[in-house]
């Protein structure tokens, strides 16, 4: 069974900054496109970021909500992916999510939640004064 695992989470006040990184023991990250999600309280689940595969040349892409303040990146050498979290906002609170899939953009739409194939457990970021 394949495992994907989050870590990085945590309390942050506003303005501040998070890293989360993602990783798996049983796939290679660079062999697959890799999307972080958040699902806030009551709401569903939202795509923030994600990295395509390595030589796919499709790149990354972000959410309107993030873009300018959020930075996903690949490290081969530690089979992790990365999402720099900068001026945090509570709107920024929810659990975030990692997962693999095919790809980040075909088809002239984005990848959503049912078209990745694994999932982590998520890690909690709670933006607060």
């Known amino acids: 069974q394949v495992q994907i695992v989050e870590s990085g989470g945590g309390l942050v006040q506003p303005g501040g900054s998070l890293r989360l990184s993602c990783t798996s023991p049983q796939i290679t990250f660079d062999y697959y496109a890799i999307k972080w999600f958040r699902q806030a309280p009551g709401a569903d689940r939202e795509g923030v970021s994600c990295?395509?595969?390595?030589?796919?040349?499709?790149?990354?892409y972000y959410a309107d909500s993030v873009k300018g303040r959020f930075a996903i990146s690949r490290d081969s050498a530690k089979n992790t992916v990365s999402l720099q979290m900068n001026s945090l906002k509570p709107e920024d609170t929810a659990v975030y999510y990692c997962?693999?899939?095919?790809?980040?953009?075909?088809?002239?739409?984005?990848?959503?939640?049912?078209?990745?194939?694994?999932w982590g457990k998520g890690t909690l970021v709670n933006i607060s004064s």
């Open positions: 990295v395509s595969s390595s030589g796919s040349g499709e790149g990354t």
């Open positions: 997962a693999s899939g095919r790809w980040c953009y075909q088809h002239g739409r984005r990848a959503d939640k049912n078209d990745m194939d694994y």
